[in-house]
């Protein structure tokens, strides 16, 4: 089965400068990777979608990137805000492409 | 709401007591997923629903736990004799299925105590 790895320490930041939180996974090559956001006591939202045949996807102020060498995801938030902490997870579909298995996610601190 | 609905969203109970967990899933959505999720950790896959049927239940960590969606729509998750390590967050998720990306969209949680 999939093992997905991500920064396993809480990250904390500055407001204003750039946060890049780790994705690895061991095993197949997912079609496609998702990240979602969880705020404490609420249910993970959906951020990004990039495809394997994607090297870079953007939306505002969030980049999202996919190795598939490295078999790694890299998730970028740029000129963060305290707005931006919360824990950030990443997924990946099962082979059968229905299902998704999540990493432990990275908390991310943004200080004023 | 056009959101998933999960009731309810507190729930304590004595261990060995049975639990029912409800999921309205968003309107239209044939895949229900309902996840569990202790702390410091991501949502662990329970079990899948593609329509009325459970196409994937290889994530029920045994035979005390059991998930029906009669109808298509509404989804209960079952717990019998219910011990404390059963204690999480026990999410739902619906999607459009293979008519989408894959995208989830979670309702809040359940949040299960179990003395």
């Known amino acids: 089965s999939q093992k997905i790895e991500q920064n396993s320490e809480a990250l904390n930041i500055q407001e204003g400068k750039t946060a890049t939180l780790t994705c690895n996974y061991t095993?197949?090559?997912?079609?496609?990777l998702q990240w979602y956001r969880q705020d404490p006591g609420r249910g993970p939202v959906f951020l990004l979608l990039?495809?394997?045949?994607?090297k870079e996807k953007r939306k505002e102020r969030l980049k999202v990137t996919f190795d598939t060498t490295l078999k790694q995801s890299l998730f970028h938030i740029t000129a963060s805000q305290p707005a931006d902490s919360a824990t950030y997870l990443c997924?990946?579909?099962?082979?059968?492409?229905?299902?998704?298995?999540f990493g432990a996610g990275t908390t991310v601190t943004v200080r004023a | 709401g056009a959101g998933v609905s999960q009731t309810p969203s507190n729930k304590v109970t004595e261990k060995g007591k049975y639990v029912e967990l409800r999921c309205d899933p968003i309107?239209?959505?044939?895949?229900l997923y309902w996840y569990r999720q202790s702390l410091g950790q991501g949502p662990e896959f329970l079990i899948y629903?593609?329509?009325?049927?459970?196409?994937?239940d290889s994530g029920l960590p045994n035979d005390r736990f059991f998930a029906v969606r009669p109808e298509g729509s509404v989804s209960t998750l079952k717990i019998q004799r219910t011990e404390r390590g059963d204690s999480a967050v026990y999410l739902c998720?619906?999607?459009?299925?293979?008519?989408?990306?894959?995208?989830?969209?979670f309702g809040e949680g359940s949040r299960l105590t179990v003395l």
């Open positions: 998720a619906s999607s459009l299925g293979v008519a989408g990306t894959g995208e989830l969209f």
């Open positions: 095993n197949y090559s997912p079609a496609y």
């Open positions: 990039i495809r394997e045949n994607e």
């Open positions: 997924a990946l579909p099962s082979l059968g492409d229905y299902k998704l298995s």
């Open positions: 309107s239209g959505h044939t895949a």
């Open positions: 629903f593609q329509g009325t049927g459970a196409a994937d």
